[in-house]
């Protein structure tokens, strides 16, 4: 089932054209992962999928809804999620603190005034699963700011699933990170819902064969391939413009 779909999206700032009609869609349990040289255009993608910046033209389809024209929280609602290359979090505040600040963001004004008792019940439970399935329980008192910056940026992922998203973007999440740390990650996302669709920006090589059900290669804006991983490291233009030799 189709979850999140790029239709010919178009973006131009002047003469530099970032996004070439660009079409591909992320379906339900999949890892779809996004890679392409430095400046082709990945990052104005997510943007332009998460609201945060406006296509020329083309569309963004979340469950078959066209969202191109709402707000990311209105996306947010629709149960699409995001995590920036910068650090998001609230740096004097616990990290239990921030992931339960994710998911009142998400179901907080809902909550019935009668039910406030149950509803605050509810969301420290939700914050809990989600620590625990970041493996971040350990330090759920600590104040962020003396976590480690590996620990942040899964701390940064708990925060994007605490309103319990269908769709997942993830800028870079391994960026900065040391192998020891990166191989976690690399678990810690294999273990996600399994329902979860995921689109990811990736430059890790091992990270991306390791996690991605399919890849997109962007180029000057263009997807210049989109498969399955094996399918993508046997294409010739790919390995020319971009993996090289070594795949
Ligand atoms: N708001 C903007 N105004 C003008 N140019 C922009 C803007 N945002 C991005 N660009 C340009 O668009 C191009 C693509 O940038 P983008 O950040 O999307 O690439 P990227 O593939 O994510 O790069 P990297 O791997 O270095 O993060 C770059 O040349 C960048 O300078």
């Not at 079409?23 to 890679?35: F, N, P, Q, R, S």
Request: hydrophobic share 45%; net charge neutral.
């Amino acid at each position: 089932m189709t979850l999140l779909r790029v239709e010919s999206l178009q973006k131009s700032f002047g003469s530099l054209n970032v996004t070439r009609d660009v079409t591909l869609d992320v379906g339900a349990g999949e890892k779809h992962v996004i890679i392409g040289p430095n400046g082709a255009g990945k990052t104005s993608l997510i943007n332009q999928i998460g609201g945060q910046m406006t296509p020329d033209g083309g569309r963004v389809m979340i469950d078959g809804s066209d969202v191109t024209r709402l707000a990311p929280e209105q996306r947010a609602r629709l149960g699409l999620a995001r995590t920036f290359q910068k650090n998001t979090l609230f740096q004097r505040l616990s990290v239990f603190e921030n992931v339960r600040l994710g998911v009142q963001a998400r179901f907080g004004n809902s909550f019935d005034l009668a039910q406030r008792a149950a509803a605050r019940t509810d969301v420290n439970a939700r914050a809990r699963d989600v620590l625990d399935l970041l493996r971040l329980t350990a330090l759920a008192e600590r104040r962020v700011a003396s976590i480690s910056y590996g620990d942040q940026r899964q701390l940064e992922i708990a925060v994007a699933l605490a309103g319990d998203p269908r769709i997942l973007l993830l800028d870079e999440p391994t960026s900065g990170l040391s192998p020891v740390e990166t191989r976690q990650l690399i678990e810690i996302i294999r273990a996600l819902p399994s329902h979860l669709g995921i689109l990811m920006i990736e430059h890790d090589m091992e990270v991306v064969f390791s996690l991605a059900d399919r890849i997109t290669v962007l180029y000057y804006g263009e997807v210049l391939a989109s498969d399955k991983p094996d399918v993508v490291a046997a294409n010739e233009r790919v390995r020319d413009v971009y993996l090289g030799a070594s795949f």
